[in-house]
């Protein structure tokens, strides 16, 4: 029902930035929001920020808070998420979802995935 591409992913310098994209196709989609995840081998995948499609309101990882922005063009059918200050611990494959409800942070809860991307922070 809801198909999600991710790009924008490489590797960045600590301290760098880097702008993810994540295109979104399906009927209907605006009755799904959407969320950014990460996972590094050997941990659990871990949510990073998400947001509420038809209004926009956002939730963050305290992890990210600060650093990290969460937005989205509903003409696009696309989410973004803006990384600053990067640091090598942010280093991880990166994956956008679509659920419910924005602000849900456990990976179950989200029905549609991306293939991700990865993203790799140099010290």
């Known amino acids: 029902q809801v198909q999600l591409v991710e790009s924008g992913g490489g590797l960045v310098q600590a301290g760098g930035s880097l702008r993810l994209s994540c295109v979104a196709s399906?009927?209907?989609?605006?009755?799904?929001?959407m969320a950014w995840f990460r996972q590094t081998p050997g941990k659990e995948r871990e949510f990073v920020a998400g947001?509420?499609?038809?209004?926009?309101?956002?939730n963050y990882a305290d992890s990210v808070k600060g650093r990290f922005t969460i937005s989205r063009d509903n003409a696009k059918n696309t989410v973004y998420l803006q990384m600053n200050s990067l640091k090598p611990e942010d280093t991880a494959v990166y994956s956008c979802?679509?659920?419910?409800?924005?602000?849900?942070?456990?990976?179950?809860?989200?029905?549609?995935w991306g293939q991700g991307t990865q993203v790799t922070v140099s010290s």
């Open positions: 979802a679509a659920g419910p409800n924005f602000r849900r942070s456990n990976p179950a809860d989200f029905g549609f």
């Open positions: 399906g009927r209907p989609f605006s009755s799904y929001d």
């Open positions: 947001i509420m499609w038809t209004g926009g309101s956002t």
